[in-house]
């Protein structure tokens, strides 16, 4: 999240897509209640089914599986028709001003400029800035009095004029005739120094016009990029009626009605928008939406990830991804030959108009490299020998989820430890999992209960004789659950909460700690007396923990704080010293020479020599925000709301003056506030320092330049990879052109002509965790069996009652379980033909109370999904595939 | 059950004479609110009623529903009914009404008790039941207007939600309460939670783009009253919600029962006792008849 839970309280607007947070995060969801009780705040809620969430929504709309890009750009273009744009902030705070390489072609026929269709991806070049500084004088006849021209009337007249910073310095900040404007800049923009230049680096000095009129300008671009989606498309591809869209973008966009600054909405979704195979930019469209309704930074506002397990947030932020390293750091690859290689590779530089300002907080990236290096290391990691970076590994391919799987089926990878996770049920295409093991040599599983994978060879429709013939070596560990152990949750809010362990573990049961380190240590040993390929990077690993085969979680959490290795002073805070072996106040004091280790610099802070900071339960909130500063701590550097700069206009006042959470001191120079503000705490207004300082342009992206997403810099609609319908955009290219489908026998995928016509989405209940609840007594009295939701018309016409059994088949597999005839899931009307959509919850499998008692089919759900992914994120597409329905 | 030192008892089933020390303290009323609009039917109060009266766990079949069971069951108190509506413009309702002892200020189950001291009812409002001496006669299951009590066959004893009476008489709020992850369900005085509860109906009917014209809050007096009250979307519907009567009653035939049958029938049997009394006074014992044997021999 870039906000936090809480601060849902102090929003005015909700749009509730992608995620279902009364059913999956009810106790979180107490902050939209609260929103809507004491601020009258109005909750729109956009899913495929009239869920638990929309029970309490103003206002729900039923959407195609896997269309929400078509939704959300019908947003961003009814906010540009009604001038619902929050004009200060989009010429300030992100690049709407910004130009565009000439030849940068928008995606009319679905396509960017630069596809090849041999290797199925993009060349990027033009996809960038164009250099050259201010434009906007040039972009035609400076109007003072502004207004008249296409977009903006007198508030975007006005919104320059308080962009004390930005507008004075680079000139009066008004935009010319709309003509003018066309004709005139084209010249310098091409006159531009770098602009002949193809090099895939953004450049150091950007082109901008402050009139936004400019036709290659970011904001014009966007316009006409989403001008495609009209209410009327919208309608045709998702299903949701057009009066009932218009309704919904009424009511959303109207937060920034007449320009007015003061209220702010809030989006939040879930894996409902991961979890297909274009996830990743549908958050981008609803990044787009917020940055051009001004309400990234703000109480009450942000893009809202609500993470689906308690401690998913902290498995990424430590790096439980293949491609990063713990705090975001990108893995090392073959290429990079030398740590100075590395670093120049993952290190930005600042990209920006030479007049503004940008902190671009990522070109600390060698001080995080090494201080992390030097936590891994230890006294092994010098500078003479690059602070040890060869010990780390190189990814020379993806290891996503999908792909590994599809590698073990092959017989490439030929072991795997499950450790806290139930393999063969997370994955889609389980049929395919299930047979990866079998070729598998050995398998380790560490879990509190035997589960569908360390049972794999148990799955339905293996024969005794083929169960002889499986080779596996399967190890099950006995782990420990949740309240057996201590350590950290780290939240959707980000925040770093340590938890006590409430009971032992059982019987021979270890904490997970124990049982890693046990590993550990004995492969270490057998790498010092056998030697290996490359022990030093094992040999040499630092592993200073006073219980070396059971280490403590709060000597690993300080580790992961970082400490300094040397007696440190540091320039931005002048008179203060850290003494050799002290806990690092924060990631402002790593240093890129070897005297801090951290073991992940946005951790830096939680644990400090004022102690366990991530231990505290102080609920004191003064500002009434829910910003409880004491309480936990949230990274980076304990702020609950990130960029909230942007929550003050450009001189430094906040927008809204009852939600003040950072403002400009001028007496004191300095930033202020009731939460940490996020920004460079001594940069003035009239620096025209951008709020997104993890940017090299220090703005917020509409336009995301060159190779920051596989498929464009706008988002754009494709269709699911099972779809029931050719694109209506452009259905020469109905899906998303970069993707990559797999070839093995059992990666099938269906059509609506072989008779795959309703889709189907699959999601979880509120009653159940995942996989292992089925193992739970009281879970399984709440809801005991599996079921598949049909609408009532479709139930109709497949002669199916509430309580019979239905079999769901797609290309790969088929489900059987009881209907739900339910008619919370609407007949839907797409492209001019009807379309059924049926829900299946995930929870149930071959082993747990119903299935062990025989009242289940043992099917797992994700037999049915498709292995289908993100190009960007790797998540594979368990929403909206298609399947055909019938009785059973 | 509740010790009797925190909890005051107001009337006691079946039991003549007064109660003992009533009127000795004067206790607020309290009462549970139920905001059904800000309800997500997440179940927590479910389970949480469930571990706390640490019940054994029944088995449950799929009902088409994504409700736990059809009823509150003896070993099941408090339930979530489900149901779906649709508003007149054709937009989809999903209803979630916790059920539960509605803990009448007019009790049904009391009223309809044969047996001495099985119910009371305190005066915070509590209706408790107290099984060692519950006879399973289940008047008290034809008395409730709710539905509510249920008979546990083995035990043959009738249970229901106690509003959590050990823990309200300790000083806390009812389990269901203390898990509600929204804020949906309230505790306090009664007058507290009419308070909130008419200010959450007036907030819901004067929305300025959403308003629920009907939006009310359910209080039945036709039983005086009751000590779980609810905010509804619809007032003028409460059926719709899992059958939420509008008019609940207790059966006219307890009233008789009581009121009338059982007076009468008491009168009418003090009335053959005297009777009995009045002849043995009047016409004296019977006296034993000689036998009439020589004329039987006659006539033989």
Wanted: glycine share 10%.
């Amino acid at each position: 999240m870039t906000n936090g839970w809480i601060d849902i309280k102090n929003t005015d607007m909700m749009l509730i897509m992608g995620g279902n947070p009364a059913e999956n995060h009810p106790c979180g969801f107490k902050w939209p209640i609260e929103a809507k009780k004491t601020r009258n705040a109005k909750m729109i809620v956009v899913d495929p089914r009239f869920t638990r969430t929309a029970a309490v929504a103003d206002l729900f709309l039923q959407i195609r599986a896997g269309t929400d890009i078509a939704f959300l750009g019908g947003l961003i273009n009814y906010a540009i028709e009604h001038e619902r744009v929050a004009w200060d902030y989009v010429k300030n705070y992100t690049n709407a001003a910004f130009l565009i390489k000439d030849g940068f072609q928008l995606p009319e026929d679905g396509l960017y400029s630069g596809f090849n269709s041999q290797t199925q991806a993009y060349d990027k070049s033009t996809w960038n800035y164009e250099e050259g500084g201010n434009v906007t004088n040039s972009a035609g006849a400076a109007a003072a009095s502004g207004g008249a021209s296409g977009q903006s009337s007198q508030r975007g007249g006005g919104a320059a004029d308080k962009g004390s910073s930005g507008g004075a310095r680079s000139g009066d900040g008004q935009q010319g005739p709309l003509g003018g404007g066309h004709q005139a800049a084209g010249g310098p923009g091409a006159q531009g120094t770098g602009a002949a230049n193809p090099a895939p680096a953004l450049p150091s000095n950007v082109a901008y016009d402050l009139s936004l009129q400019h036709p290659r300008s970011v904001y014009q671009l966007l316009k006409r990029q989403y001008s495609r989606y009209t209410p009327r498309m919208v309608s045709s591809i998702t299903g949701i009626p057009e009066a009932d869209f218009i309704k919904a973008a009424e009511l959303f966009t109207s937060i920034r009605n007449d320009g007015d600054m003061k209220k702010a909405a809030t989006i939040i979704y879930a894996v409902g928008w991961t979890q297909h195979t274009f996830g990743t930019q549908i958050i981008r469209t609803a990044a787009i939406l917020q940055l051009l309704l001004g309400n990234v930074g703000r109480a009450g506002g942000g893009v809202n990830a609500l993470r689906g397990h308690s401690n998913i947030q902290g498995a990424t932020d430590m790096g439980g991804v293949f491609d990063i390293l713990p705090g975001y750091l990108k893995m090392p690859n073959p290429g990079d030959a030398d740590f100075a290689t590395y670093l120049k590779r993952i290190t930005p530089t600042p990209s920006k108009p030479s007049e503004w300002d940008s902190y671009n907080y990522w070109s600390n990236t060698p001080k995080f490299a090494v201080s992390y290096l030097k936590a891994m290391f230890g006294d092994a990691a010098k500078k003479e020998n690059d602070f040890a970076f060869h010990y780390l590994p190189k990814i020379d391919r993806r290891y996503s989820w999908v792909e590994m799987w599809d590698r073990m089926y092959k017989g490439e990878i030929k072991g795997h430890i499950a450790f806290g996770m139930n393999g063969v049920m997370i994955g889609p295409n389980s049929r395919k999992n299930i047979e990866a093991l079998k070729k598998a040599d050995w398998l380790v599983v560490c879990e509190i209960f035997p589960d569908e994978t360390s049972e794999f060879w148990r799955a339905p429709g293996t024969s005794p004789e083929e169960m002889k013939e499986i080779k596996t070596a399967v190890y099950r560990l006995p782990g420990a659950g949740f309240a057996e152990k201590d350590g950290t949750f780290v939240n959707s809010a980000r925040w770093l909460q340590w938890k006590y362990a409430a009971v032992a573990p059982p019987g021979q049961a270890r904490v997970d700690q124990e049982i890693l380190a046990r590993i550990f240590l004995k492969i270490r040993e057998l790498y010092a007396k056998e030697g290996g390929k490359f022990p030093d990077a094992i040999l040499n690993a630092s592993w200073s923990y006073s219980k070396p085969e059971n280490p403590s979680l709060a000597e690993v959490a300080k580790e992961i704080n970082g400490r300094a290795l040397s007696d440190l002073t540091e320039d931005s805070q002048p008179g203060a010293t850290i003494k050799t072996g002290q806990q690092l106040p924060g990631f402002a004091w790593l240093k890129d020479d070897g005297s801090t280790a951290c073991g992940n610099w946005l951790y830096s802070g939680s644990w400090t020599e004022a102690g366990a900071l991530m231990q505290r339960r102080g609920t004191d909130d003064p500002s009434g925000l829910g910003i409880f500063p004491s309480w936990g701590w949230s990274w980076p550097a304990n702020r609950r709301v990130m960029y909230n700069r942007a929550s003050c206009d450009p001189a430094g006042k906040p927008w809204d003056s009852e939600r003040r959470q950072v403002w400009w001191n001028e007496a004191a120079h300095r930033w202020a506030g009731n939460d940490v503000p996020d920004f460079k705490a001594d940069s003035p207004p009239q620096s025209h320092m951008g709020p997104f300082i993890m940017n090299p342009e220090g703005i917020g992206r509409i336009f995301a330049p060159l190779a920051a997403f596989a498929e464009g810099p706008f988002p754009e609609h494709y269709e699911p990879v099972e779809s029931p319908i050719a694109n209506p955009l452009h259905p020469k290219q109905s899906i998303n052109p970069v993707i990559k489908l797999f070839n093995t026998d059992l990666d099938k995928y269906g059509t609506p002509e072989q008779g795959f016509n309703v889709v189907c989405t699959t999601y979880r209940l509120t009653e159940h965790y995942h996989y292992w609840t089925k193992n739970n007594p009281m879970n399984v009295q709440l809801v005991p069996e599996p079921f598949v939701e049909v609408p009532v018309e479709l139930a109709r016409e497949i002669g199916v009652e509430g309580g019979q059994k239905v079999r769901v088949s797609t290309a790969r597999a088929q489900y059987v379980a009881k209907a739900m005839v339910t008619r919370r899931i609407k007949p839907m009307t797409i492209d001019g033909k009807t379309v059924y959509q049926i829900g299946v919850p995930i929870h149930w499998g071959y082993r747990g109370i119903a299935e062990d008692s025989g009242k289940t089919s043992l099917n797992p759900v994700n037999l049915l999904s498709p292995t289908a992914m993100d190009p960007n994120a790797y998540t594979p597409e368990y929403k909206g595939f298609l399947a055909k329905i019938e009785k059973a | 059950m509740a010790t009797e030192q925190t909890l005051q008892i107001k009337e006691i089933s079946a039991h003549r004479g007064p109660v003992p020390g009533s009127g000795a303290v004067r206790e607020l009323e309290v009462a549970k609110l139920v905001d059904v609009t800000t309800c997500i039917g997440c179940k927590a109060c479910e389970v949480a009623c469930v571990e706390w009266n640490d019940h054994p766990f029944r088995e449950t079949v799929f009902d088409n529903t994504y409700q736990t069971m059809p009823t509150t069951e003896w070993n099941y108190y408090n339930l979530i009914k489900f149901s779906e509506t649709q508003r007149d413009d054709g937009s989809l309702m999903w209803l979630m009404r916790k059920d539960q002892c509605m803990h009448c200020a007019d009790p049904g189950c009391l009223r309809a008790c044969p047996s001495d001291g099985a119910i009371v009812q305190y005066t915070n409002g509590i209706v408790d039941f107290n099984q060692e001496n519950c006879i399973g006669c289940q008047y008290c299951i034809s008395g409730c207007p709710f539905n509510i009590p249920k008979f546990n066959q083995t035990t043959k004893k009738v249970h229901k939600c106690t509003l959590c009476s050990d823990r309200v008489g300790a000083g806390l709020e009812p389990a269901c309460i203390k898990a509600c992850p929204t804020g949906c369900l309230h505790f306090g005085t009664k007058q507290d939670m009419l308070q909130i509860a008419n200010a959450r109906a007036s907030q819901l009917r004067d929305d300025a783009l959403f308003p629920l014209p009907n939006a009310g809050v359910y209080d039945p007096q036709s039983i005086g009253g009751t000590h779980v009250i609810y905010v509804l979307h619809d007032i003028t519907k409460p059926e719709a919600y899992g059958g939420l009567p509008a008019n609940p009653r207790i059966p006219p035939s307890y009233v008789i029962w009581k009121y009338l049958a059982k007076p009468i029938g008491l009168f009418i049997a003090l009335m053959g006792l005297l009777a009995v009394f009045f002849h043995y006074i009047f016409t004296g014992p019977r006296l034993s008849q000689p036998e009439p044997t020589v004329e039987r021999e006659e006539q033989l």
